[in-house]
């Protein structure tokens, strides 16, 4: 089946950094989503992309869609502590079909 | 509104014991997921009921692993005859699938140790 390339796997910043984490699959999606769990809970939406080349924030975090369709990208600029946890992509091959996770990015803020 | 509730919250059982899990989806959602969360890894699918379609059971690791969903709306989670690797989180999710994609909601999930 399809997979999803997410990286970095984990990440070490200082508060105030930007952060760049992206996902690649090996086939063609319709929907780009990306999640963040804090320990303890389920993954919370953050971002949801639905057209190819679509830019869209929200406060500091911004992502994109890939024009391939094949990739997308999650931004988050001046970081604070309450940012870290484990960020999830996730894709949508056609409407209504399952969603497909990557393996997420743990990001810790030292403050 | 109320969102995706799974009970328990923690569970530990014998290798060996059979377990059940339990998700409430969001009242009028359609889609519900099942995903198994091993400690500090991805999120890995295990099965997916659509509306009154047949569930799609693909990620289902082995025969020992079943669920069902009772009236559109309940979901359990069976496990048999539980090994140490079935130690896990596992989270239930549902979406109103409307033809336009609708996000998933998590619930807390279930952490499941089998000593």
């Known amino acids: 089946g399809q997979q999803l390339n997410q990286s970095p796997q984990s990440m070490f910043i200082q508060e105030g950094e930007d952060v760049s984490m992206n996902c690649t699959s090996s086939?063609?999606?319709?929907?780009w989503l990306w999640y963040k769990q804090d320990p303890g809970e389920g993954p919370v939406l953050l971002i949801a992309?639905?057209?190819?080349?679509e830019l869209t924030s929200n406060g500091r975090l911004t992502a994109q869609f890939g024009i391939t369709r094949k990739d997308s990208f999650l931004n988050i600029s001046a970081s604070i502590p309450s940012d870290v946890g484990i960020y999830f992509c996730?894709?949508?091959?056609?409407?209504?079909?399952?969603?497909?996770f990557g393996e997420g990015t743990q990001l810790t803020v030292n403050p | 509104g109320a969102g995706v509730s799974q009970s328990p919250s923690n569970k530990v059982t014998e290798k060996g014991k059979d377990v059940e899990l339990r998700c409430d989806p969001i009242?009028?959602?359609?889609?519900l997921y099942w995903y198994r969360q091993s400690l500090g890894q991805g999120l890995e699918f295990l099965i997916y009921f659509q509306g009154n379609s047949a569930p799609d059971k693909s990620g289902l690791p082995s025969d020992r692993f079943s669920a069902e969903r009772t009236g559109g709306s309940v979901s359990t989670l069976t496990i048999q005859r539980t090994q140490q690797e079935d130690s896990a989180v596992y989270l239930c999710?549902?979406?109103?699938?409307?033809?336009?994609?609708?996000?998933?909601?998590f619930g807390n999930g279930t952490r499941l140790t089998v000593t």
């Open positions: 086939s063609i999606f319709n929907t």
């Open positions: 999710a549902s979406s109103l699938v409307t033809g336009f994609y609708s996000p998933l909601h």
């Open positions: 996730a894709g949508e091959e056609t409407s209504g079909s399952r969603l497909t």
């Open positions: 009242s009028g959602h359609t889609a």
């Open positions: 992309l639905y057209k190819a080349g």
